[in-house]
């Protein structure tokens, strides 16, 4: 089983500033089957990248994704209010094994 | 739009069973394989288990192996997810997120319910 491991666990941070959250393998990657999802609080998880670096539906052009094999990278470039919450990696292409990291909270400081 | 409408709330007693539902509505279920997520208290997303909507097939994570049967109604549009002899530990929030088209088998999460809390408690 692929085990992913995010850093940093907490990044506190304030609005108009760039975050960077990271991702990282135990084992390649197949495919660059690597998905970031949003977190709040109440709600349902919302999908952000998928295929390591594709911006899904009507996610801003703040968010991007980065990285290959074993490392990858969620950038925000300038943070607004709302993005702060919990994020997540998973990996869907060790299927049927689907596995999460232990997620990163992006704080406001 | 694809909306995934979760049963309410259960409070179950240890050893017990509780079984959460799931309605999609907005696209055919049949054509979408279906996942359950949990959350406990504190912690981070966990992968339960798969269904092929269409067949009916299924595969689980090897924790809930024995414990989790996932099925569906295809005529309501509604998966299910049975967890069986509970414990403390499995109180958490249950989600429920689509996944690939049948039959692309690793895919992203694309919708996700709001999630169902279970809470084991004597």
């Known amino acids: 089983e692929i085990v992913l491991t995010q850093s940093p666990g907490t990044l506190s941070l304030s609005p108009g500033e760039r975050a960077t959250l990271s991702c990282r393998a135990s084992?390649?990657?197949?495919?660059?089957?690597l998905a970031w999802y949003q977190h709040k609080p109440g709600q349902a998880p919302s999908l952000l990248i998928y295929g390591a670096s594709s911006r899904a539906t009507g996610i801003p052009d703040r968010f991007s994704g980065s990285g290959s094999g074993t490392d990858f990278t969620l950038t925000i470039s300038r943070l607004e209010p709302e993005d702060f919450a919990m994020y997540y990696c998973?990996?869907?292409?060790?299927?049927?094994?689907?596995?999460f990291g232990q997620g990163t909270k992006l704080e406001i400081k | 739009q694809v909306q995934l409408v979760q049963s309410g709330a259960e409070v179950e007693k240890p050893g017990a069973s509780v079984k959460v539902s799931c309605k999609a509505s907005g696209y055919t279920l049949t054509t979408y394989y279906m996942h359950w997520v949990r959350q406990a208290p504190g912690q981070g997303l966990e992968w339960m288990g798969i269904?092929?909507?269409?067949?009916?097939?299924?595969s689980y994570a090897q924790k809930f192996q024995g414990r989790v049967t996932m099925s569906r109604d295809t005529s309501t549009s509604t998966v299910y997810m049975e967890l069986s002899s509970l414990r403390s530990e499995d109180t958490a929030v249950y989600y429920c997120a689509r996944g690939g088209k049948i039959p692309t088998w690793g895919y992203f999460f694309d919708s996700w319910g709001l999630g169902t809390l279970v809470t084991v408690s004597s």
């Open positions: 998973q990996q869907y292409g060790s299927s049927p094994r689907y596995t």
């Open positions: 269904i092929n909507t269409s067949g009916g097939a299924t």
């Open positions: 084992q390649s990657v197949s495919s660059n089957s």
